[in-house]
């Protein structure tokens, strides 16, 4: 089985092409969903952040404040780094775990956003970027999320660049135009690495 890390930067599309992969039958997972369960109150990594970062990022319903907790880490790179130190290595380990319990398939997709960050890339066959104009990022993240233009450029600069990301892939997804269009590049792939 070929594993396959989906990476790019922030929002770049990787969930619309992560479930394209899967809509053709593909196996796979989402890092940040993993992340989220290794926060999760009551576990060791939610424990370790209120350890770092105090009571600020807790909510009320004792979760974590993502919201607090991004304000903090997106402008402190020290910060960003301790958070990383804490949920990488549990993401990481599920994921490996993931990837040990599929039946036999040609290939399988772990989306990754922070693959080239955290250096892993070498634990994978192929890996593919999602990748869109900087200012479709932009445009993307204060309507999605409803961040300000500084935050959303703070979160972006956050990761390596994309151009970067890129040049280091197997293979890129533009995602700038239609869904179709994103739809049709998937398709092709899914076609080349199911051979």
């Known amino acids: 089985m070929r594993k396959v ?3 790019g930067g922030i929002a770049t599309g990787k969930s619309w092409v992560r479930r394209r992969f899967a809509y053709h039958g593909v196996p796979t997972i989402d890092a940040d969903t993993l992340a989220h369960a290794a926060v999760a109150p009551g576990t060791p990594g939610a424990a370790r952040i209120l350890e770092r970062f105090g009571t600020a990022v807790r909510s009320a319903d004792g979760s974590i404040d993502r919201k607090a907790l991004g304000g903090i880490v997106f402008g402190d790179e020290k910060a960003r780094r301790d ?8 993401v990481y380990e ?3 775990a993931w990837f040990a319990t599929l039946p036999p398939v040609a290939f399988a997709v772990a989306d990754i956003p922070l693959l080239y960050e955290t250096g892993r890339h070498a634990n994978f066959d192929t890996v593919v970027v999602t ?8 445009r993307r993240l204060t309507a999605r999320d409803g961040l300000s233009l500084e935050d959303a450029r703070q979160r972006i600069e956050a990761q390596l660049p994309l151009a970067e990301k890129a040049r280091r892939a197997d293979h890129v997804i533009r995602t700038d135009g239609t869904h179709a269009e994103t739809d049709a590049q998937v398709d092709a792939l899914v076609a080349v690495l199911s051979v």
Not at 83 to 90: M, Y
Not at 131 to 138: F, I, K, L, S, Y
């Open 5 to 7: 890390a989906l990476t």
């Open 131 to 138: 990748a869109c104009a900087p200012a479709e990022q932009v």
């Open 83 to 90: 958070l990383e130190a804490i949920v990488h290595p549990a």
């Open 94 to 96: 599920a994921i490996e």
